[in-house]
Each structure stands twice: as C-alpha cells, then as structure tokens.
C-alpha cells in the first residue's frame, strides 16, 4: 500500500559506448528518448558539478547570437529583401528555441514573441497573409499584454484574407488586453482597425 | 431448638449443599468470565474486521495520479548494473556503474514530474474544497486528494535529498530549473500547435484567393458588354468604406506586389457588389 516505499522495475539496459539507454518496453520509448536528450545537455554543461545552473542568469552568449540574427533580419527587412529578412527571423527563431530547457522562460517567451512579431510582418510585406496570421497569433500566444504590434498584425492579415468576422472578433480581444497599455499609438492603430472591420460587417457586404 | 432444627436442617441442607456450594460458586464465576469475553471478543473482532475493511476500502481507493514513470525509471537506473545487464553487446567496454550524468539527468526529469504534479493539486485545491463543502462529491475523492497530496510532498522530499546528494546545494534549484522546464515545455507545445495550423490556412487561403480571381475573371468577362456601367455604379454606392481600406492597404505593407494586391481587392469588390 505505502506507494513511497516500492517501485516498479523498469526494463532498461545502458549502451556502455554511448551511455545511451533503451528499453525493452516500447510505451517507455518517448520518455527514454526525452531522458536521453536532456542526458546529452547535462553532458555540455561546464558548471562545476554538472548540474544544471539556477534559471536566472542565463548563459549570455547566445542571447548576442539571437540579437545579432535579428539585427541582421531587421537590416534586411529595411532593404525590402523580405525573403532574406524572414530567413533570418527564422534562424534567430530556431536558436532562441533550442535554448537549454532549464533556461528561464520568461526570457525565451519575450525572445520568442519579438521574433515572430518581427516575422510576421516581413510575411506581411510579402502579402503572404496566411504565414503571417499564424506567426503574430504565436507572438501573441507568448505575450498577451504590451504587444500591440502582434494583435494588429494578425487582425489585419485576417481583415486582408477577407475574414472579417474573425478579423473583428480578434481586435476586440486584443483592445480588451491592450486598452490600458502605454503604447497609445499602437492602441489607436488597433481601434480603427477595429472601426474600420466595424464598419464592413455592419455594412453586410461581406 | 428451632435454631437447632434450622441448624440442622441447615446442616441437613448443607450437607447436601456442600458438594453444590464450590459448583455454584465456579459457575457463578463462570457467567460473568462468559459474559466478558463474549462481549469482549465480539468487540475485537468486530473493531479489528471493521478496520481491516477500512484499510481495504482505503486502499481500494484509486490512486489520485498515474504510476510516477520517471520516479521509476530513476529508481531502476539506480538499480540497473550495467556490467550485468551489457555483456551481451561487447566483451571489453563494460561501464561498472550507470553514469552519474544519467542519474541527474534521470532525476530532474523526476523533479519536472512532481512539478506538473504540484501544479496540478494547486489549481484542483480550491475547487475540490468548495464543491465538498457544497457536498457536490464524496469524501473519498477528498480522501484521494488528501493521499496523492501527503505523497507529492514526501516525493519532493525525496528528490530533495538526492539531488544534494549528487551535488551540494543542487537541492535548492532543482525545482527551480524544473519549472522552467515545464515552463518552456509548455510554450513549446502551444508554439507547435499553433504552427501546425499554418499548412492548413496557407492551403485555404491559397484556395480562395484562387476562387476569388477567376471569380473576378469572369465577371470581367460579363461585364465587357452588357452591363458595364450598372454594376460599375453599385459598386461605388455600397463601396465608399471599401475604398478607404483599399487606401489603408495600399499604404501598408502591400508595395511589394502590387498589381496583384489590387486585383485581389477589386475582385472583392466585385464579389460583394
């Protein structure tokens, strides 16, 4: 009965080459597989034990390699190259991603959120309205409150493909988390988008 | 003599009763011995039966979580001898022991177990109360909680201890570094779901905006001739608002294609009038 006393024996086995382990149980797999990831970030930590560091200060290196990313992609979006812009966002993306999982997510959630924001609206510049719907709505998704950009991003590309309803149910959500924000501007774009698919919905054209 | 006659008849009757008194008095004593441990034993055994059926009952109880699988997985590493269980593979590489960095690695995954467990107690806590005090559930659920809640926290404990173990002082952020795994797990996950969106609505859009220019081509073709003006007017009737969006559109991020912007909105145009 006492369950903090017993446990039940798992069939493992280690391979003494790679110190990679398997099991013989196939529902185990997706958990040995996650086991042996994380075993393999253990194995790169230069801390004194090799154990993982306390979240808060992270690792600085690759926060300048992420910022010099999107730098690059903000130069190229200036230039109007926004094929090249987007490459980089995403490189920029994919590094902010594979941080070690044990890194504060705090931080990966405001990397992340600038970076898509950033994405999207090199799609949008593309007139590529579906990538960037999807893009502002992940930046959205990381950080609700102070993305203002985001919220209008995606009503607007959602107003382009001619969603007006979506369109205006979204504006609405986002004035609803951003109204009390300090970005007046950003607030103002946003409510006369919202004015704006207001008005084609009532007009019933759509 | 009356004494005496009584006497006698006592002694008379004594005579006879002697050999009556000891029986009476052993079976006086007998009574109250039967009574008590009657009495007594149908007490222990119905005390001891009823707490064996409690115990039953509470055991019967269904577990509030599933089977911890990574505690068991750590625990079998700490039980698994490599030299044992890898000789098949090859003769002269054999490991004496499970490496230590498996070990931690084993055990913060442990750690973000606990913590997803945590997190979950904490936010069915509050509910749970109130709907017991409504009586909406059953103490037994309540029962569970209470149980699976006693467990995390002998399990975190536990995960406490072993991590210093491993490394001084780790026990203090492990649960640190754990939360931001499931932190950043679970960022990962909504990333990944909304992202996988983006085939679908890529391919919708790409289907409309196909319906809407051969839409839009052949209305041109039917309004070449007969009805070129009519329609034309409408259009400017009902599209007054359209018009400031085509402005707004054009200013905005829509320079790079611009013939085909236009067109796509004119065939909007078109479709709404």
Redesign the interface.
């Given at each position: 009965?006492d369950?903090?006393e017993t446990?039940?024996?798992?069939p493992?086995?280690?391979?003494?080459?790679t110190?990679a382990?398997a099991s013989s149980d196939p529902s185990?797999a997706t958990?040995?597989d996650?086991?042996n990831k994380?075993?393999r970030?253990?194995?790169a930590l230069d801390t004194?034990?090799?154990?993982?560091?306390?979240?808060a200060p992270v690792n600085p290196k690759r926060s300048v390699q992420i910022n010099k990313l999107r730098e690059s992609g903000n130069a190229a979006y200036k230039k109007?190259a926004?094929p090249d812009a987007v490459k980089m966002y995403d490189f920029a993306i994919r590094m902010a991603?594979e941080?070690p999982?044990?890194?504060?997510?705090g931080l990966?959630?405001e990397e992340?959120a600038n970076l898509y924001n950033n994405r999207a609206?090199a799609w949008?510049?593309?007139?590529l309205?579906?990538?960037g719907?999807?893009d502002a709505?992940?930046s959205v998704?990381?950080k609700r409150v102070g993305n203002v950009k985001g919220w209008w991003r995606r009503g607007?590309c959602l107003?382009?493909?001619?969603r007006w309803e979506e369109a205006g149910e979204w504006v609405r959500g986002g004035l609803e988390f951003e109204r009390a924000g300090p970005d007046k501007a950003g607030v103002g774009e946003l409510e006369a988008l919202g004015r704006?698919v207001e008005?084609?919905l009532e007009?019933g054209?759509? | 003599m009356d004494n005496g006659t009584n006497s006698t008849n006592g002694t008379f009757e004594g005579f006879q009763t002697p050999p009556a008194a000891p029986k009476s008095f052993w079976f006086g004593l007998l009574l109250p011995t039967l009574y008590l441990t009657i009495l007594i034993g149908s007490l222990y055994t119905f005390s001891s039966l009823y707490r064996k059926r409690l115990l039953q009952k509470a055991e019967k109880l269904e577990p509030w979580f599933p089977p911890h699988k990574q505690r068991d997985i750590y625990l079998s590493l700490l039980h698994l001898d490599p030299s044992e269980a890898s000789d098949s593979a090859d003769g002269e590489k054999k490991l004496s022991k499970v490496p230590d960095s498996i070990l931690k690695a084993a055990l913060l995954k442990r750690a973000v177990e606990d913590i997803q467990r945590i997190v979950q107690l904490r936010s069915s806590k509050q509910a749970l109360q109130t709907l017991l005090q409504r009586g909406s559930v059953g103490d037994e659920l309540w029962q569970r909680f209470l149980r699976a809640e006693k467990e995390t926290e002998e399990e975190v404990k536990d995960v406490v201890t072993e991590a210093n173990a491993f490394a001084p002082n780790w026990g203090q952020t492990i649960f640190q570094s754990a939360n931001e795994i499931n932190q950043n797990f679970i960022l990962k996950q909504r990333t990944a779901e909304i992202q996988a969106k983006l085939e679908s609505e890529k391919a919708w859009w790409e289907s409309k905006r196909a319906g809407i220019q051969s839409d839009f081509m052949k209305e041109l073709e039917e309004e070449d001739k007969p009805v070129g003006k009519p329609v034309e007017a409408g259009k400017k009737k009902s599209g007054s608002n359209d018009d400031d969006a085509v402005l707004v559109d054009a200013g905005g991020p829509a320079q790079a294609q611009g013939a085909n912007g236009v067109k796509k909105r004119k065939s909007k145009k078109g479709l709404g009038a």
């Amino acid at each position: 009965m006492d369950a903090s006393e017993t446990f039940t024996l798992l069939p493992l086995t280690i391979d003494p080459a790679t110190k990679a382990l398997a099991s013989s149980d196939p529902s185990l797999a997706t958990d040995i597989d996650d086991l042996n990831k994380l075993h393999r970030a253990f194995l790169a930590l230069d801390t004194p034990n090799q154990v993982p560091p306390p979240p808060a200060p992270v690792n600085p290196k690759r926060s300048v390699q992420i910022n010099k990313l999107r730098e690059s992609g903000n130069a190229a979006y200036k230039k109007g190259a926004f094929p090249d812009a987007v490459k980089m966002y995403d490189f920029a993306i994919r590094m902010a991603a594979e941080r070690p999982m044990w890194e504060a997510s705090g931080l990966v959630r405001e990397e992340l959120a600038n970076l898509y924001n950033n994405r999207a609206q090199a799609w949008m510049a593309q007139s590529l309205w579906a990538e960037g719907a999807v893009d502002a709505e992940v930046s959205v998704e990381m950080k609700r409150v102070g993305n203002v950009k985001g919220w209008w991003r995606r009503g607007q590309c959602l107003k382009e493909m001619g969603r007006w309803e979506e369109a205006g149910e979204w504006v609405r959500g986002g004035l609803e988390f951003e109204r009390a924000g300090p970005d007046k501007a950003g607030v103002g774009e946003l409510e006369a988008l919202g004015r704006e698919v207001e008005k084609m919905l009532e007009s019933g054209e759509v | 003599m009356d004494n005496g006659t009584n006497s006698t008849n006592g002694t008379f009757e004594g005579f006879q009763t002697p050999p009556a008194a000891p029986k009476s008095f052993w079976f006086g004593l007998l009574l109250p011995t039967l009574y008590l441990t009657i009495l007594i034993g149908s007490l222990y055994t119905f005390s001891s039966l009823y707490r064996k059926r409690l115990l039953q009952k509470a055991e019967k109880l269904e577990p509030w979580f599933p089977p911890h699988k990574q505690r068991d997985i750590y625990l079998s590493l700490l039980h698994l001898d490599p030299s044992e269980a890898s000789d098949s593979a090859d003769g002269e590489k054999k490991l004496s022991k499970v490496p230590d960095s498996i070990l931690k690695a084993a055990l913060l995954k442990r750690a973000v177990e606990d913590i997803q467990r945590i997190v979950q107690l904490r936010s069915s806590k509050q509910a749970l109360q109130t709907l017991l005090q409504r009586g909406s559930v059953g103490d037994e659920l309540w029962q569970r909680f209470l149980r699976a809640e006693k467990e995390t926290e002998e399990e975190v404990k536990d995960v406490v201890t072993e991590a210093n173990a491993f490394a001084p002082n780790w026990g203090q952020t492990i649960f640190q570094s754990a939360n931001e795994i499931n932190q950043n797990f679970i960022l990962k996950q909504r990333t990944a779901e909304i992202q996988a969106k983006l085939e679908s609505e890529k391919a919708w859009w790409e289907s409309k905006r196909a319906g809407i220019q051969s839409d839009f081509m052949k209305e041109l073709e039917e309004e070449d001739k007969p009805v070129g003006k009519p329609v034309e007017a409408g259009k400017k009737k009902s599209g007054s608002n359209d018009d400031d969006a085509v402005l707004v559109d054009a200013g905005g991020p829509a320079q790079a294609q611009g013939a085909n912007g236009v067109k796509k909105r004119k065939s909007k145009k078109g479709l709404g009038a």
